[in-house]
Structures are given as C-alpha cells and as structure tokens.
Nanobody
Framework: QGYLVESGGGLVQPGGSLRLSCAAPRMILSTFSGSEFTWYRHTPGKERELVATSTSGAATIYSDSAKGRFTVSRDNARKRVLLQMNNLRPEDTAVYSC?????????WGQGTQVTVSA
C-alpha cells in the first residue's frame, strides 16, 4: 500500500509555471528505470484526465490542452519524475497525481493541488 509522493503544487497566477515532482516509493526505488510513470489530473465534477506518461525511453504528453506547455521528464539521479508546467491557465487547476507501474504492480500517489488563479 505504498504511495508515491507528489510535490510542487501550489497557487500560481495565469501564465506562471510550476514543476511537479513524483517520487518513487521506497519499495520500487530499485526498479525506477523499469517503471512507467503516469501523470493524471482531476477536478471535482470532471473525469480524471490522462496528462502524461514517462518511461526510460519515452516521454509523452497526452492532454491536448497541455501539449506545447507541459513537459514530462525523468530525474534518474533522484528517482523522480517531473512535470514541468508552463504558461498555466485557470483550466489547469486540478489535483495532479501520479502512478508508477512496475510489471504487474501499480502504485498511486495522493496528489498535489495546483490552483491557477489571479
């Protein structure tokens, strides 16, 4: 029942930037390179949206609205996955969470709040 730990959320003005971090849980630190990380976001009243995925060999932004503004990357030294969010819009306001899948096991984080408001 280990959780990923997301951090980096907060309140930012429209047009601002935030960098979210998803730290691998202790039990999969050794398997970080073989894990697929996924970023989601959820706003009350809306379905959870797939934002991005990251593997050792690929980084993909799936959210159409985020393309061109968000970048997902891996910090192998610190065993974390980063989601750089630039030119933030109020519509980006959501709880951002990440998951990590290694083989048949998936771990989830509890999310970090991102609020974009003037």
């Amino acid at each position: 029942q280990g959780y990923l730990v997301e951090s980096g959320g907060g309140l930012v003005q429209p047009g601002g930037s935030l960098r979210l971090s998803c730290a691998a849980p202790r039990m999969i630190l050794s398997t970080f390179s073989g894990s697929e990380f996924t970023w989601y976001r959820h706003t009350p009243g809306k379905e959870r949206e797939l934002v991005a995925t990251s593997t050792s060999g690929a980084a993909t932004i799936y959210s159409d609205s985020a393309k061109g503004r968000f970048t997902v990357s891996r910090d192998n030294a610190r065993k974390r996955v980063l989601l750089q969010m630039n030119n933030l819009r109020p519509e980006d306001t959501a709880v951002y969470s990440c998951s990590a899948k290694f083989r048949s096991t998936t771990y989830w984080g509890q999310g970090t709040q991102v609020t974009v408001s003037a």
